[in-house]
């Protein structure tokens, strides 16, 4: 039981850590989504005007109810 614990913490620390933006630099939200018959997920990111690298702020994702499905 440790281990699988000690393996879920070292898995953890290698998700893409989430920062919000400096709101002192200029910046754009990058929106991405993707969805089937049955579930939906989206990545809000954003990145600095004359930088390349994306940041994460936020993941989002859920199944669709059977009334949102018909």
């Keep these: 039981e440790i281990d699988q614990i000690q393996k ?5 620390k290698k998700l893409p850590k989430l920062y919000f933006p400096d709101e ?5 939200y990058i929106v ?3 969805a089937s018959e ?6 809000l990111k954003y ?6 690298i994306e ?3 936020r993941y989002y994702s859920g199944t669709f109810t ?5």
């Design 66 to 70: 059977n009334p949102e499905i018909k």
């Design 32 to 34: 991405e989504s993707d």
């Design 8 to 12: 879920i913490k070292i898995l953890c």
């Design 55 to 57: 940041h994460h702020c």
């Design 38 to 43: 049955i579930s939906y997920g989206g990545v």
């Design 47 to 52: 990145k600095y005007e004359k930088e390349k």
């Design 24 to 28: 002192n630099k200029k910046f754009i």
